[in-house]
């Protein structure tokens, strides 16, 4: 399975975008799950969904303004972002195949997308 990530772009602070994660090659099969990257910091977990779509989880400082969801049929997890924050820019990847469920580690994913750069400029 491979995870294309798409939609990130330049935006003003309190604008909204919505990431889309796609699956080929094989069913999205596992949580899915986003995490983002600032440069010269690490990689840190955003949000993460079940398989079902039944539950997410969320880091404290998008609760409220980024919603995780998904679409089985098209083999898709989405990101959307609301009330965008200068402190939001990174590069934001797409993870999938943790044996854990909802997990926020970055290890424990073993897949990844190439990952897609959001800018918010204030």
């Known amino acids: 399975v491979q995870l294309v990530e798409s939609g990130g772009g330049l935006v003003q602070a309190g604008d909204s975008l919505r990431l889309s994660c796609a699956a080929s090659?094989?069913?999205?099969?596992?949580?899915g799950a986003w995490f983002r990257q600032a440069p010269g910091k690490e990689r840190d977990f955003v949000a993460s969904i079940t398989r079902s779509g039944a539950t997410t989880r969320y880091v404290d400082s998008v609760k409220g303004r980024f919603t995780i969801s998904r679409d089985n049929a098209k083999n898709t997890v989405y990101l959307q972002m609301n009330s965008l924050k200068p402190e939001d820019t990174a590069a934001y990847y797409c993870?999938?195949?943790?044996?854990?469920?909802?997990?926020?580690?970055?290890?424990?994913?073993?897949?990844w997308g190439q990952g897609t750069q959001v800018t918010v400029s204030s």
């Open positions: 090659g094989g069913t999205f099969s596992t949580d």
């Open positions: 993870a999938a195949g943790s044996r854990f469920i909802l997990s926020n580690d970055p290890r424990d994913y073993s897949i």
